[in-house]
């Protein structure tokens, strides 16, 4: 990586959380400089309003000016966020933007922005800000300002009886959680694992939207390989017969071979889903249970012997309906008028299904 990311830092573990992999993948590319894009370059630019507005109010304005519009919202939250929280300047310990950040395992990160004072009751208050695109409602269980909070309690020797707070400030709004350094033990531990697969030999490379993100994607044999299968799959939805007839004949007998196990294992996945909506233990958005009837006998032991009576007086063998057959299959063999009076409606299996309508 640059001298700018660590290839274990805090931007880079929810990627190696998804792919243990992309860690190694990427050892080989370490020393190219970082490839600017669109998006890096409107960051860098929201980063450095960002800091230099918490330096110098009066200059805010004119920072705004030189933003595109639509990254304008963002940059003043994030200075209306840190207003909020320190009004007075006597009592910050410390303040940053962009601030490199010493983390766990000498590896090191750059915080988008922190602040440290000590609140009205005299805790230490350690506030990590980030400025990134995630909803309300992620910040506590976001890796990256995680570790950053990590580092900082470290550094700062924040511990029991303090104040910890994470920040993602977003163009959604900020999501805010506050915990004691005590309370940290877990998420330190999740970072730990992460690094810990990521370094283990031969990592498991897991191909995804994360891609996107990685160095090594364009010479990744994994991505490739999904890639062709993803590509195979598309020709034969869209073209069944005629991308079986474009195989070779053993290829034929695999490829028909595999999707009937994957119809099987699909239909199987789909039963025991319904089962836990049906249960109460799942809840999928726009799918509903819907109550069912069926039609069965009143009682079994009375339809059994008018039902052999029947048999024998239209001459049917008695073993076509011993044991005592369904009410369906009876209506169809005897006629329904025949065993109306035998059956009754009784509740069914309730079905899952799909609100009409719904999004």
């Known amino acids: 990586m640059s001298a700018g990311h660590h290839p274990l830092g805090s931007s880079t573990l929810a990627r190696r959380a998804a792919c243990p992999g ?20 409107a960051g860098n630019a929201r980063h450095a309003a960002a800091r230099a ?5 009066s200059r805010r304005l004119a920072l705004l000016a030189d933003l595109p519009t639509d990254d304008r919202p963002i940059v003043e939250a994030w200075w209306r966020y840190w207003d909020g929280k320190v009004t007075d300047a006597a009592k910050i310990l410390a303040a940053g933007a962009e601030t490199r950040v010493a983390l766990s395992g000498d590896r090191f990160g750059t915080c988008d922005g922190w602040m440290l004072w000590r609140d009205h009751q005299g805790r230490t208050v350690l506030t990590v800000a980030d400025l990134k695109g995630q909803p309300p409602g992620r910040a506590r269980y976001n890796l990256q300002a995680a570790d950053y909070a990590a580092g900082l ?5 924040i511990g029991h009886g303090a104040r910890v707070e994470l920040a993602i400030i977003s163009r959604a709004g ?12 877990g998420r330190v531990r999740e970072i730990e694992s992460v690094i810990t697969a990521a370094k283990a030999d031969n990592a498991e490379r897991r191909p995804g939207d ?30 069944p017969v005629g991308f079986l007839s474009s195989l070779a004949p053993d290829q034929r007998t695999a490829t028909l071979d595999s999707l009937m196990l994957a119809t099987d294992r699909l239909s199987e996945a789909v039963d025991a889903i319904k089962a836990k909506i049906r249960d109460g233990a799942l809840d999928v958005p726009c799918y509903r249970l819907t109550q069912t009837t069926r039609q069965d006998w009143r009682n079994a032991t009375e339809a059994r012997v008018s039902i052999l009576m029947l048999a024998q007086s239209k001459g049917i063998d008695a073993e076509e309906v011993t044991p005592l057959i369904s009410a369906s299959k009876a209506a169809q063999i005897f006629g329904k008028q025949s065993v109306e009076a035998l059956t009754e409606r009784k509740p069914g299996t309730p079905s899952v299904r799909r609100s009409k309508g719904a999004a």
Do not use: M, N
């Open 153 to 157: 309690c470290d550094a700062h020797k």
């Open 174 to 185: 900020i999501d805010e959680h506050a915990f004691d350094p005590d309370e940290f033990t």
């Open 210 to 239: 994360h891609c996107g993100h990685c160095r090594a994607a364009d010479t990744c044999d994994a991505r490739r390989a999904v890639a062709a299968r993803t590509a195979g799959l598309l020709a034969c939805l869209s073209d």
């Open 22 to 41: 992309s860690y190694a993948a990427e050892i080989p590319f370490a020393d190219l400089p970082d490839e600017e894009t669109d998006d890096t370059r």
């Open 53 to 57: 507005g918490l330096e110098d109010q």
